[in-house]
């Protein structure tokens, strides 16, 4: 479904003393159909970059990401637009991603517009139909995005995403900014969805706990790149790489110090500063990723 | 005991209505204990925390008692209240990107607060500072003291905000959500760090975060549109709660099966009659939506405020 | 907090006086009681016939401050509205191509910010025909520019928001953009900016016009003013109070009016600090 391949993205910052700053380093992974491929790292790491790239709102620096047979990059402008509406993000800040002077029930008919996928008559009633769809009551149509909580404009965004019935979904940690009550609606809401119409998910998330429900797969990400990619069982109870088995049990394992910048990434392994197992050659050589077991992948010197 | 605030109510006049966000909340912190409270949001958590401080806006309006030491906040003058905050009760709030001053050297900023409260000269506030900086391992200290906020990273400046708060060795610390927008790993330092910094001291800890409050608290209370539902011990909420709306609030967690509370936190300019969960309650009978329960002292210390409670 | 605030207060005086003086610039034929250009006989203190008196030409000074209205609000509006058009097109595409269309725009903006506005509008007024088309022209080539430069960053950080991303996600063309997200958040700013320029263009206008760079035929309240001004022993006598007062009041009362309406308007137009819980925590 989506094969994503080598992506590498290096922001340039500044005129004059031109910086790079290597946000998302040859990373690799594959999406199956109906599936869900959870990305965890901490934040800078380059999980929303990622996205991006793969819808092209930004242009990557090198890579491909090939949808449904399709090379994304290969695209033009106008078969890029076409496309789009199969694939869609949710971003990090629900109330940010809703104008603040369209009514939910204009946001919500947008994307019918754009595409005309639902004719102008019937618009209305298959509003009705999403509202209810996503849990919301009719009244909200009418109403501006100030006026709602953050979860139910999280659910807005859902509404919006589904009247395009997408194939896959990035969903950018959706539920970050909302407790865990909200969270475990929206959660449930996004399960119950991809059953029902079978899409595929990519669930960005630095909450551990989350995408172990959430996810068949895991990704873990540190400074750009992954550190190690496998079924979500192996990764929980089999982690192999130092940064996963922290993140795992974050309690007792205390990490010293704290990650980098990525304007400064440090030599060898990334991690290695932060290592409690790192060994001499750790600082030097960068580590490779390893198949540990049926697709399971980790780049650490110790495997 | 340290505090005991009684029949509070904090007030909100709005063009909508007046907003009920404090809407009455008894309980008493002791000596050394560290009390979480936790709610969904918007029920009035970081209220409390301001109006222990007195730090809202003059046309709100607060009723009831806040005893700090044997002295009501409430009826101390502004200019005691000056010499309470920091020196005896401080905050550390949501947010630290927005609480630091962007221009201001972090060293100073720090130098600042300890100098309002403490009287010491510039120099002596400025080494104070840095040791401060060093008390929350913040590494070279002295070089870091003379940096700008955005210099810092996230974890970092949550660090110094708790040595902002503590640099007055103040004895009752209010913590509003210090942890919030942190990473697993960062976070999992940050407890750390708060642990032993507020050993010895009250602390009032406001969080969403379970894991946080079970690593920090002695006690929890559940608060739910203004007012305390339940409160217990530690291992009384976290292993027999009474109040559905505890148990609701623990199922929603992802490790406890993700089962979400049905509706939404009600208004606070209109609650609804009688017990104002009752809505969203699945054990509502026609007694609660009638009368309004009492918090209750339901086992030894464990204090619930339902019809129904049961254990 | 009661229902009605000092701005709301300020806000409808404003609105009043602008109306009153709209109504008086359309209705000015009616109104006048003599045609500004008619001569009767010079210097008459005030009385029944001539409420203001006349002037040294024997013009009747009441109808010329009426007419005056029409002259010192059309000079306004036409360069506000213009003005402020070309300042929020040149913005937004400043804003949103950010290319070298972009950069080019912002370093024009960035010389004319440099430029002592008023000192160079005197200078180019004084050599070319004194006309009110002149003063309108002059006054748009210096208007747009804070606009323009307003818009921009503003649209810099609404490019940023993820509901303008999200449309780009779902498909929508750059004017699309444009015109549905990113202007619609903008009008706000513009409609305050452009209150800004109407007051400070019925000010400039009075100053220049005062300076006798204005049109002699079609006379603004400042010409009015500066006909006053050159006639000898103007201060002396007892004659300001009828010939230069009531128009300086005038152009007192249009900017008051702009001033309050942008006041209150200025968080009218938000929808946010409405709600806004004003804590900062
Ligand atoms: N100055 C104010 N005027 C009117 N209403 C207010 C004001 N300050 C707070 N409120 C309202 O009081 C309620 C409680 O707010 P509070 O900030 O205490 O929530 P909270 O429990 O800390 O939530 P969160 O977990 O999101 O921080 C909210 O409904 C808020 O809108
Ligand atoms: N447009 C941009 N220009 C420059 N740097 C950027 C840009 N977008 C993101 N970055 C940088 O790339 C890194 C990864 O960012 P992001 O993908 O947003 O992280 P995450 O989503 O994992 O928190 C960060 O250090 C961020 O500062
Ligand atoms: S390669 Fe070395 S430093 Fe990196 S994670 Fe493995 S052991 Fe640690
Ligand atoms: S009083 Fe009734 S409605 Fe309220 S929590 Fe108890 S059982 Fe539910
Ligand atoms: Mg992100
Ligand atoms: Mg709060």
New interface residues.
């Given amino acids: 479904m989506l094969e994503v391949e080598g992506l590498t993205k290096q922001f340039s910052s500044g005129i004059i003393k031109k910086r790079n700053v290597s946000a998302v380093d040859c990373v690799s992974f594959r999406i199956e159909k109906g599936k869900t491929l959870g990305l965890v790292g901490e934040s800078g790491c380059g999980k929303t970059t990622i996205g ?1 790239l793969i ?1 092209r ?1 930004v242009e990557p620096t090198s890579g491909t990401v090939v949808f449904d047979g399709i090379d994304l990059f290969s695209l033009k402008r106008a078969e890029l ?2 496309i ?2 199969r694939m ?2 949710i ?3 629900p109330d ?7 009514k939910i029930g204009t946001s919500i008919a ?2 019918m517009k ?2 005309d996928t639902v004719p102008k008559d019937e618009r209305a009633q298959k509003i009705m139909e999403l509202v209810e769809t996503v849990g919301l009551n009719p009244e909200h149509v009418n109403r ?1 995005p ?1 006026q709602l909580s953050g979860g139910q404009n999280q659910r807005v ?1 859902l509404a ?1 995403i589904l009247a ?1 019935n997408p194939d896959l979904i990035i969903a950018d940690e959706p539920t970050s900014s909302l407790d865990v009550s909200v969270q475990a609606q929206i959660l449930n809401l996004m399960r119950d969805l991809q059953k029902k119409f079978n899409h595929t998910y990519l669930f960005i998330s630095h909450d551990l706990e989350v995408v172990k429900i959430m996810a068949d797969q895991i990704a873990v990400m540190y400074l750009g790149k992954l550190v190690e990619v496998g079924e979500t069982p192996d990764v929980y109870n089999n982690a192999k790489h130092p940064y996963t088995q922290a993140l795992l049990s974050s309690r007792r394992i205390l990490l010293e110090g704290e990650t980098p910048g990525p304007a400064d990434i440090p030599t060898g392994c990334r991690f290695h500063p932060r290592c409690p197992q790192r060994r001499d050659k750790c600082a030097i050589e960068e580590p490779e990723p390893v198949e540990v077991g049926e697709g399971h992948y980790v780049a650490c010197h110790l495997v | 005991m340290m505090m005991r605030i009684s029949d509070l109510k904090t007030h909100f ?3 909508d209505g007046i907003v009920r966000a404090v809407d009455t909340i008894d309980l008493s912190i002791r000596d050394t204990e560290t009390f979480g409270l936790i709610g969904e949001t918007g029920c009035g958590k ?1 209220v409390l925390g ?1 109006t222990i401080m007195r730090l ?2 003059p ?1 709100t309006t607060v009723e009831g008692e806040i005893i700090y030491k044997g002295q009501n906040l409430l009826e101390a003058s502004e200019a005691e209240m000056r010499t309470i905050r920091g020196r005896e009760i401080a905050i550390i ?3 630290p990107t ?2 630091l001053n962007p221009v201001m050297k972090v060293g100073e900023q720090i130098a600042e607060a300890i100098r309002l409260h403490q009287g010491l000269n510039k120099k002596d506030a400025a080494a104070k500072a840095v040791e401060m900086l060093d008390a929350v391992r913040i590494p070279s200290p002295s070089q870091r003291a003379n940096e700008y906020p955005h210099e810092f990273s996230g974890g970092m400046k949550q660090r110094v905000m708790i040595a902002m708060g503590l640099a007055c060795n103040p004895s009752f610390i209010i913590a ?1 959500e210090p942890t919030k927008g942190l990473d697993v790993t960062i976070k999992a330092q940050i407890v750390e760090l708060m642990r032993e910094m507020t050993e010895r001291k009250a602390m009032l800890l406001i969080t969403h975060d379970l894991s946080v409050a079970r690593e920090l608290c002695d006690r929890i209370a559940l608060m739910y549109a203004g007012e305390l539902v339940e409160y217990a011990p530690l291992k009384g909420i976290f292993e027999s709660p009474l109040h559905p709306y505890t148990r609701g609030f623990l199922g929603s967690l992802p490790e406890r099966g993700l089962v979400p509370i049905p509706g939404m936190s009600p208004s606070l300019i209109d609650f609804p009659d009688g017990c104002r969960f009752h809505p969203r309650c699945e054990h509502a009978t026609e007694v609660c939506r009638r009368e309004h329960p009492e918090l209750v002292e339901f086992n030894a210390g464990h204090f619930v405020r339902c019809h129904h409670a049961r254990s | ?1 009661t ?1 009605v605030t000092v701005k709301d207060v300020l806000g409808s005086l404003g609105l009043g006086i602008l109306v009153i003086l709209v109504a008086v610039s359309i209705f000015a034929p009616q109104i006048a009681p003599y045609d500004p250009h008619d001569t009767y006989k010079p210097m008459e203190h005030p009385s029944s016939e001539h409420l203001l008196g006349t002037n040294d030409v024997g013009n009747d000074i009441l109808s010329e401050v009426i007419y005056g209205t029409r002259v010192s609000l059309f000079i306004a509006f036409t360069v506000s509205i213009t003005a402020i058009v070309i300042g929020t097109a040149l913005g937004l595409i400043a804003g949103y191509s950010g290319g070298v269309l972009g950069f080019l725009i912002m370093r024009i903006v960035d010389i004319f910010l440099t430029i002592p506005r008023l000192v160079l509008i005197i200078v180019i007024a004084a050599f070319m025909p004194r006309s009110i088309w002149t003063i309108i022209v002059v006054f748009i080539i210096f208007g747009w520019v804070m606009t323009a430069r307003i818009v921009r960053s503003e649209v810099l950080t609404l490019r940023s ?3 303008v ?9 750059d004017l ?1 953009i444009l015109w ?2 990113i202007l ?2 903008v009008i706000p700013l513009v409609v305050v900016q452009f209150i800004m320029e109407a007051s400070h263009v019925i000010i400039a206008e009075a100053g220049l016009s005062f300076l006798g760079l204005g049109d002699p035929v079609a006379r603004s309240w400042g010409t009015t003013f500066h006909y006053a001004f050159e006639c000898p022993n103007i201060i002396t006598s007892d004659v300001w109070m009828w010939w230069m007062l009531p128009p300086g009041l005038c152009i007192v009362a249009t900017v008051l009016g702009f001033t309050f309406v942008g006041y209150a308007l200025e968080e009218r137009l938000n ?2 600090l409405k ?1 806004v819980v ?4």
């Fill in positions: 991006r819808l709102l637009r076409k789009r509406p869609q993000m971003f990090q800040d940010s991603s809703l104008n603040p002077r369209m947008e994307p754009l595409h501006y100030y965004v919006r395009l | 006049p709005t063009p970081t301001l809202l806006h046309a709030l949501q947010n927005t609480s509003d | 907090m229902g928001q993820y509901y991303e999200s449309a780009r996600m779902l498909g929508g063309s699309y549905r997200h619609p958040n929808p946010k709600t004003g804590m900062g925590v």
